[in-house]
């Protein structure tokens, strides 16, 4: 299924992007730093995708990335977010929400943005 949807997310969006379950970058995201013009990719890893929200947009980014029930099928979900690129400047997206069960039952997150 992983890889069915990542492949899906591919398809239609700029970037695909793995989050652990504190919504943190813990994959690939050459797509993610081209579109935000970052020159180190991997100086991503580790980062907070909520530091890359523009602070107008928080609110909206926790109540749709919150899994309230971690035990039922999250449904797939997209909204509207800004993220601040390399310069500062504002980049509108679309976001692609799917989050589900890693390795241990831990909840991750795969984001398709565009």
Request: net charge negative.
């Amino acid at each position: 299924q992983h890889s069915a949807v990542t492949s899906l997310l591919s398809m239609v969006c700029d970037a695909v992007v793995e989050l652990d379950g504190e919504l943190c970058i813990a994959g690939d995201c050459l797509g993610l730093a081209n579109a935000l013009f970052q020159s180190q990719p991997k100086a991503l890893l580790g980062t907070s995708l909520k530091q890359l929200v523009l602070e107008e947009d928080h609110l909206s980014f926790e109540d749709h990335m919150v899994c309230h029930d971690k035990s039922a099928m999250q449904p797939v979900n997209m909204f509207h977010v800004k993220l601040r690129d390399c310069w500062g400047n504002a980049v509108p997206m679309e976001l692609f929400h799917v989050p589900y069960c890693g390795m241990g039952e831990e909840i991750r997150h795969l984001v398709g943005l565009r």
